[in-house]
Every structure is written in structure tokens, then in C-alpha cells.
């Protein structure tokens, strides 16, 4: 039974188009970045993925202000979802959250990716606090309860387990759907292998 399976397709709209300046003010870049970061739209204008990611890294270690570092992982994640690179995907959706400057319409959703990612690495610790920061943040989708149930069913925490699913269940009806039984069985399971009368 997969539960919780999104797309990493959707993750930002930042995603979806040339990293752009998201902020009500420009973006402060010195000059120094700028003569760092200059090679960079060059390859990515030319869609030459690898020497784009390449030329990210390269400018780097001058990426030292947050909104530098906003700047120059918005074109790692732009690249790395058009490669379908999940280390590169995450590397930049945790820096732009350090950065303190993601919309905050946005924040639950980066850190329920950054959840995604984690538990595709089994790093179920990191997950379990990127999910949990993903509620904090109102982001409150069947998406997030399922990969919740799923983690803690990985670390056999059933009564966490039970607790996200009915939340997932309770969601769903929300919109006017049936959950389907699937999630029960899924639950039912769950309870039982837990000795959850």
C-alpha cells in the first residue's frame, strides 16, 4: 500500500520558471556574488542543466547573505526538478527555508517536501520534525497525514499511526469524498500489529 506518494513534480511554483526575484523589495546581492553567480544564467538560459548546476555550485561559497542564498538555490531547485534530482532538490528547499524569506504561504508546503525527502532516505528523524514543522505551518493536507501515518508506521509508532490517518480520513470526508478503504485496512492493520484494541 503506498501512501502519501506526491509527485515531487509539484513542488514549488518557483519551480515551474526562471527563478525570479519573490520578495516586496529586490533581492540584495553584493558584487561580489554577482561576478560569482554571472556564469550561471548564461548555461541556464542555454538549458544546459549539468553546466548549470555545475556553475551553482561554483558560485557557492559567495552566497553569504540569505538573500543570496535565496537567489542562488532558487536556480538549485529550478535544475533539480527539471532533473529530477532529489539531493539537489532538497539541498535547496532546506537553505531557502533557513533563509527566513519564502513566502510564508509557502512554508508548510517546502518543509512537507523536505519531509518527502527525508523519508525517501529513511532519515525518519528529520522527516518526522519536517512534517511536524509542515502542520505547524497550517499545511494541513491528506498528503502530509498519509506520509505521516507511513512514517510512523516505518518506526512502529501505531498510535501516532492511528492518530495522522484519522486526521487524513477526516480531511478527505472534508471535501466532500469517501477516504477509501484502503486507509482503513491500512489502519486496521496498523492497530493490530500494535495490539490497539
Same mark, same amino acid.
Given at each position: 500500500?503506498?501512501?502519501?506518494?506526491?509527485?515531487?513534480?509539484a513542488?514549488?511554483?518557483?519551480a515551474?520558471?526562471?527563478?525570479?526575484?519573490?520578495?516586496?523589495?529586490?533581492?540584495?546581492?553584493s558584487?561580489?556574488f554577482?561576478?560569482?553567480?554571472g556564469?550561471?544564467?548564461?548555461?541556464y538560459?542555454?538549458?544546459?542543466?549539468?553546466?548549470?548546476?555545475?556553475?551553482?555550485?561554483?558560485?557557492?561559497?559567495?552566497?553569504?547573505?540569505? %538573500?543570496?542564498?535565496?537567489?542562488?538555490?532558487?536556480? +538549485?531547485?529550478?535544475?533539480?526538478t527539471?532533473?529530477?534530482?532529489?539531493?539537489?532538490?532538497?539541498?535547496?528547499?532546506?537553505?531557502?527555508?533557513?533563509?527566513?524569506?519564502?513566502?510564508?504561504? %509557502?512554508?508548510?508546503?517546502?518543509?512537507?517536501?523536505?519531509?518527502?525527502?527525508?523519508?525517501? +532516505?529513511?532519515?525518519?528523524?528529520?522527516a518526522e520534525?519536517?512534517?511536524?514543522?509542515?502542520?505547524?505551518?497550517?499545511?494541513a493536507?491528506t498528503?502530509?497525514?498519509?506520509?505521516?501515518?507511513?512514517?510512523?508506521?516505518?518506526?512502529?509508532?501505531?498510535?501516532q499511526?492511528?492518530?495522522?490517518?484519522?486526521?487524513?480520513?477526516q480531511?478527505?470526508?472534508?471535501?466532500?469524498?469517501?477516504?477509501?478503504?484502503?486507509?482503513?485496512?491500512?489502519?486496521?492493520?496498523?492497530?493490530?500489529?500494535?495490539?490497539?484494541?
Amino acid at each position: 500500500l503506498a501512501l502519501g506518494s506526491v509527485s515531487m513534480a509539484a513542488v514549488p511554483a518557483q519551480a515551474e520558471k526562471k527563478p525570479k526575484e519573490t520578495k516586496a523589495e529586490p533581492l540584495k546581492l553584493s558584487k561580489e556574488f554577482r561576478e560569482a553567480a554571472g556564469p550561471i544564467d548564461k548555461v541556464y538560459k542555454a538549458q544546459d542543466w549539468p553546466a548549470t548546476m555545475t556553475a551553482i555550485d561554483a558560485a557557492e561559497p559567495a552566497a553569504k547573505t540569505p %538573500d543570496e542564498i535565496y537567489t542562488l538555490n532558487q536556480y +538549485r531547485l529550478d535544475v533539480g526538478t527539471k532533473t529530477q534530482n532529489p539531493a539537489a532538490q532538497e539541498k535547496a528547499i532546506t537553505a531557502m527555508l533557513g533563509t527566513g524569506l519564502l513566502p510564508a504561504a %509557502d512554508i508548510g508546503k517546502y518543509h512537507f517536501f523536505a519531509g518527502k525527502f527525508a523519508s525517501d +532516505r529513511k532519515d525518519y528523524a528529520k522527516a518526522e520534525t519536517e512534517y511536524a514543522a509542515a502542520a505547524a505551518a497550517n499545511y494541513a493536507t491528506t498528503d502530509l497525514y498519509l506520509s505521516q501515518a507511513k512514517i510512523y508506521a516505518d518506526t512502529c509508532k501505531y498510535p501516532q499511526v492511528l492518530t495522522t490517518l484519522e486526521k487524513a480520513i477526516q480531511t478527505e470526508e472534508a471535501t466532500g469524498k469517501k477516504a477509501p478503504e484502503d486507509w482503513y485496512k491500512f489502519g486496521f492493520g496498523q492497530a493490530y500489529k500494535g495490539k490497539l484494541n
